[in-house]
């Protein structure tokens, strides 16, 4: 693992390029966010975009999630992998969320990991998005990355998660976005663009394309 000076002078160069970015999930509300990031696991946001355009128009709120049941949901997100387990879920936490909350998204980690369908990584998702909390979301990209980039020597979504949140919090507030937005158009899994990244510097990565 790298020196936190190091990992922020990494981190600085993908800040100059995109100082404060966003999450590609389109969203109308923390309900709808919430339900776009459970759609989201092992999908890709253009996808979970694509099928909540129509969706979202229709249930916006937990409520309407119930009145839509749960074969028209499945119907509008049929196209996204494992969309039966999915769908299963956001119906139960839209239940527990109206006979629990009101119909409102609780802005508690416990309470949202208590949720079916939602563990830390969603949790934090959320609570980095909406309400612009300093907590950092390990999925499959930042989980890679972490490795490749030499930012944490975790095994695991949460050691990784443990070493991050020693970043200073300016810092943890968009490392999910600049990492997930690197992994996605730069440094892709399969193919990546080590030509024109601009952290080639900083990788020494056995597979590093020169």
């Known amino acids: 693992m790298r020196p936190i000076k190091e990992i922020i002078a990494l981190l600085d160069v993908l800040k100059k390029q995109n100082p404060t970015p966003q999450s590609e999930l389109n969203y109308h509300n923390a309900y709808t966010l919430l339900v776009a990031i459970v759609l989201s696991a092992q999908s890709t946001d253009k996808g979970v975009n694509q099928a909540t355009q129509k969706l979202f128009t229709l249930a916006d709120t937990p409520q309407k999630m119930l009145d839509l049941g749960i074969d028209k ?23 527990r969320l109206q006979e629990d909350y009101n119909g409102e998204v609780p802005h ?20 980095n998005v909406w309400w612009q909390e300093p907590t950092v979301a390990v999925d499959t990209h930042v989980l890679r990355l972490a490795k490749r980039l030499e930012l944490s020597d975790g095994k695991t979504p949460l050691s990784v998660e443990e070493d991050l949140n020693r ?30 990244c601009p952290l080639k510097n900083f990788c020494h990565s056995i597979d590093k394309r020169v």
């Open 167 to 196: 970043l200073p919090d300016e810092y943890k507030r968009y490392l999910n976005h600049w990492l997930v937005l690197f992994g996605r158009y730069t440094c892709k899994a399969q193919k990546p663009d080590c030509i024109a």
């Open 108 to 127: 508690n980690r416990e309470a949202l990991e208590a949720l079916p369908g939602v563990g830390r990584k969603t949790a934090n998702v959320l609570l």
């Open 73 to 95: 949901l499945k119907e509008h997100i049929k196209t996204i992998g494992l969309y039966n387990n999915k769908a299963k879920n956001i119906i139960a936490l839209s239940q």
